[in-house]
């Protein structure tokens, strides 16, 4: 079993930044991949940032690209997404997943989650 806990959010005005953590625990592979998601009330979940725990290869959203920042410490077992220059359109609930491959987590089916944590970006 893994368990997934996101924490970092807030409230934080437009053009701030933000760090969100996702702690993992139990059973992990080398070969996993970690991805971050976002749903807005009233949205579909999407994709934001996916890396893989070994070799730290990584995949990012056209809408985060070069203002996040996925990232790890395997040795910590977490996951960082540094968030900067944030716009209100970012403001959602923010979920960890991790899965066996980047395909799975990129579908957004993966196995297992974290509870999400808020992040609300005002004007």
């Known amino acids: 079993q893994v368990q997934l806990v996101e924490s970092g959010g807030g409230v934080v005005q437009a053009g701030g930044s933000l760090r969100l953590s996702c702690a993992v625990s139990?059973?992990?592979?080398?070969?996993?991949?970690m991805g971050w998601f976002r749903q807005a009330p009233g949205k579909e979940r999407e994709f934001v940032a996916a890396v893989k725990w070994s070799g730290g290869s990584t995949n990012y959203a056209d809408s985060v690209k070069g203002r996040f920042t996925i990232s790890r410490n395997n040795a910590r077992n977490t996951v960082y997404l540094q968030m900067n220059s944030l716009r209100p359109e970012d403001t959602a609930v923010y979920y960890c997943a991790t899965d066996r491959s980047f395909t799975i987590v990129r579908s957004g089916t993966a196995l297992y989650w974290g509870q999400g944590t808020q992040v609300t970006v005002s004007s």
């Open positions: 139990g059973r992990t592979f080398s070969t996993y991949y």
